[in-house]
T-cell receptor, first 110, second 112 residues
């Protein structure tokens, strides 16, 4: 699986949008961009995934650039409970093996 | 649905002891896997299984054995525990060809 690059940490004010970037310049054409988060050493939790189109669900939005070399996870109205480590992972369709990097530690400040 | 259940939640072992970490899922998922997470690091894949009777090695398999006799259960065995195996262990399951993986709450293992 191709590798991803994320900033080690970010801060965001409560109620504001949190925008988490991910670079994946060597992504293959059939690799999906997945986002998971891990809250305080709990098991990771799936957030969202996409191939080339922007995606939105009840948790977040995913914006993928046209060349697919980078993406941004957007938490539209961050709350204190969104404080977590966020992982951007590339996965071939239908695959289940996840390769975790170090992720971005997002801290939401009151 | 209970989802993915791991037992025990905490365990302390002495070097050389053996033990089995249990993982069970009630979602009829074909795929199950074990990860370990060391402090400040991301998760690393130990072993995985694509169905009953089928297992394979992940990134860090040494020191661990697995078997998959049923769809529901995927135990992880440490035959002779070492301090380097002190870590938090996560089990996950998912549908083959599916989208998301479901994780258990973890087992925190300390080997002294």
């Amino acid at each position: 699986d191709a590798k991803t690059t994320q900033p080690p940490s970010m801060d965001c004010a409560e109620g504001r949008a949190a925008n988490l970037p991910c670079n994946h310049s060597t992504i293959s054409g059939n690799e999906y961009v997945y986002w998971y988060r891990q809250i305080h050493s709990q098991g990771p939790q799936y957030i969202i995934h996409g191939l080339k189109n922007n995606e939105t669900n009840e948790m977040a939005s995913l914006i993928i650039t046209e060349d697919r070399k980078s993406s941004t996870l957007i938490l539209p109205h961050a709350t204190l409970r969104d404080t977590a480590v966020y992982y951007c992972i590339l996965i071939f369709q239908g695959a289940q093996k996840l390769v975790f990097g170090q992720g971005t530690r997002l801290t939401i400040n009151p | 649905n209970a989802g993915v259940t791991q037992t025990p939640k905490f365990q302390v072992l002495k070097t050389g002891q053996s033990m089995t970490l249990q993982c069970a899922q009630d979602m009829n998922h074909e795929y199950m896997s074990w990860y370990r997470q060391d402090p400040g690091m991301g998760l690393r894949l130990i072993h995985y299984s694509v169905g009953a009777g089928i297992t394979d090695q992940g990134e860090v398999p040494n020191g661990y054995n697995v078997s998959r006799s049923t769809t529901e259960d995927f135990p992880l065995r440490l035959l002779s525990a070492a301090p380097s195996q002190t870590s938090v262990y996560f089990c996950a399951s998912g549908r083959t060809g599916g989208t998301e993986a479901f994780f258990g709450q973890g087992t925190r293992l300390t080997v002294v």
